[in-house]
């Protein structure tokens, strides 16, 4: 915890720092420039845009594709296809990172699988753009989706569910008077890992696109570039939208369901 905190503040410090842009040497003079050019330049705000809305639509799709798989889980599957289940949730947790976004790599390639599937039908490629990003993000992030919500189904009793149709409560009504509120801090919950790991995340728009987010354009300059203040200034802003996140979750009771 000490390390962590202390590495995040020396974050915070080193984004007021300046860079000599004739010697290329940090000058330990504090001042608002780098937040300055971060606000004033467009391209800045299109990529806190973009990366803020990609992690957005990853949390969404990932939440429709993960509830009915954790509802069936919880509520409808036998302990034998329940724990089989749970396995096959968790099994892609186990294989590495990098292989998994070269995988989607050669999928999302112009003589990849998916083109070869799509072509028939007229649909336009993907290609190495926000749709790719998007897909590859909502695979890799989908288990830590499921494992939430399927914790939270799993609390709810089944008694309430059957008073509801004894009530004439329809299926429809009771998902939505009854289950989906009671798991919605289950969702919330998941969507924190969702949106968090898809704001911070570098690699994956690195290798299946090219468009930039805010991990990529931090890397650049940390290496690149050599711009650490810059970087620095630029890191700040997935802490604070994800400082408010976290503010807004803890509302919504997403904190119990971790």
Do not use: C
């Amino acid at each position: 915890m000490v390390a962590y905190l202390g590495s995040l503040a020396v974050l915070f410090v080193a984004a007021f720092w300046q860079l000599d842009t004739f010697t290329g040497q940090i000058v330990h003079e504090y001042s608002f420039s780098n937040f300055q050019t971060l606000w004033e330049n467009d391209v800045y705000r299109q990529i806190v845009l973009r990366t803020v809305g990609i992690a957005a639509a990853v949390t969404v799709t990932d939440a429709i594709i993960a509830f009915p798989i954790a509802f069936y889980m919880a509520k409808v599957a036998s302990p034998r296809a329940r724990a089989a289940l749970a396995v096959a949730v968790l099994m892609p947790l186990w294989a590495s990172y990098l292989v998994k976004v070269y995988a989607w790599r050669t999928i999302l390639a112009e003589d990849g699988i998916l083109n070869w599937l799509l072509d028939p039908f007229g649909i336009s490629r993907p290609g190495k753009g926000v749709i790719a990003t998007w897909l590859v993000f909502s695979y890799l992030w989908l288990p830590y989706m499921i494992l939430p919500i399927y914790a939270g189904l799993e609390r709810i009793p089944n008694s309430l569910v059957d008073a509801s149709g004894d009530l004439g409560g329809r299926p429809g009504m009771t998902f939505r008077r009854v289950i989906l509120p009671l798991a919605f801090p289950a969702v919330v919950a998941g969507s924190i890992f969702t949106f968090s790991l898809t704001l911070g995340d570098y690699i994956t728009p690195q290798l299946v696109s090219s468009k930039q987010f805010i991990g990529n354009v931090v890397y650049a300059n940390v290496g690149v570039a050599n711009n650490l203040p810059l970087a620095a200034a630029f890191a700040t802003v997935p802490v604070v939208v994800m400082v408010l996140y976290l503010l807004v979750a803890r509302r919504l009771g997403a904190f119990e369901q971790l």
